[in-house]
């Protein structure tokens, strides 16, 4: 809401506040940082269009620095306190112990943790990564692509059977499977039973499971399919509303793409308001454009009246 009352009031006090929220909002989930630079760019490229490079670059780095101004003492206390000025150490473990243990685990067959220990976590990053990536180039696309796909369809059922009082729910393995090259086997799981609820007869127990996991698979089916429509529609909007489908597109991106292996279904929590905001979008495009195509009934009379009126020579019956 203040980024579109910013835009549409080129405000460097209200785009200041955005980056304020941010930078916030990184204090619950640090990944709120690489939104800084990413709706800083949104900002300028959307604005310079409409009122040059300097007011642009002028409401970009007002939002830039307010985030970055929000962080500091953060950054300045670890620093500190442990010699490290960084915001956040969480995202260098994360990469190494899962986005690269993953990779590592999946060529050796073994599980991550031992994966793990084959790697060393006092090594640069950067070099650790490319390291990885040069002897494992096939499995390290796998295996960040298997992240992003459980961040944007996946399905937290353990979480679902926990609630339900069941600790051994686990999921059907399809997209690890499509992933791995075992998806007959993972589609063979669904012919067999699995656990039930304590609470409830064994097959009704596999019935509700199913029904959490095909239900949660629709939904996030047709939530996508929606907002890709919607970001189709973004070049034929102008204005804030362009903006809003830009800033939103942008976002699920980030969310989704910077995690990588490390996705989870949870993952999708943060994404998904910004994902039925597209999918709003693309639910009144369809709408718009299937419109014509089923008018009232008792519009036609009308629409034929005006046709007949406007072509000369019109017989009375073209009236009906």
């Known amino acids: 809401w203040l980024a579109v009352r910013a835009i549409k009031a080129s405000s460097p006090a209200l785009i200041a506040l955005v980056g304020l929220s941010l930078g916030l909002l990184a204090y619950l989930r640090p990944i709120a940082l690489s939104l800084i630079p990413t709706w800083g760019l949104l900002v300028f490229l959307f604005d310079r269009r409409r009122r040059g490079n300097r007011q642009a670059l002028k409401l970009a780095a007002a939002l830039a620095g307010l985030g970055a101004l929000a962080a500091l003492p953060w950054i300045l206390r670890n620093g500190i306190s442990s010699g490290h000025y960084v915001f956040s150490t969480v995202p260098t473990k994360t990469w190494i112990g899962f986005n690269l243990a993953e990779v590592v685990a999946q060529v050796e067959g073994t599980d991550r943790d031992r994966a793990l220990a084959m790697l060393d976590p006092g090594r640069d990053t950067l070099a650790l990564t490319l390291e990885v990536m040069s002897e494992h180039p096939i499995a390290f ?71 959490i996991q095909s239900y949660s698979l629709l939904f996030s089916g047709v939530l996508l399919f929606l907002a890709a429509v919607g970001v189709g529609s973004v070049r034929k909007r102008e204005g804030a509303g362009r903006f809003l489908q830009s800033l939103g597109l942008m976002t699920v991106a980030v969310l989704v793409l910077v995690p990588a292996a490390a996705g989870q279904a949870r993952f999708r929590i943060p994404a998904e308001a910004y994902l039925a905001l597209l999918a709003g979008y693309g639910w009144r495009y369809m ?22 009126q406007a072509t000369p020579g019109a017989a009375p019956t073209e009236q009906r």
């Open 141 to 211: 696309v796998k295996a960040q692509l298997l992240g992003v796909a459980r961040s944007l369809v996946g399905v937290d059922l353990g979480t679902w059977g926990l609630l339900l009082g069941q600790n051994d729910w686990t999921g059907l393995g399809l997209l690890s499977g499509l992933f791995r090259g075992s998806l007959p086997d993972s589609l063979a799981a669904l012919l067999k039973p699995g656990p039930g609820l304590s609470w409830m007869g064994a097959g009704e127990g596999e019935w509700v499971r199913l029904g």
């Open 287 to 308: 709408r718009n454009r299937t419109r014509p195509l089923v008018l009232p009934a008792s519009a036609v009379p009308g629409q034929l009246r005006r046709i007949s």
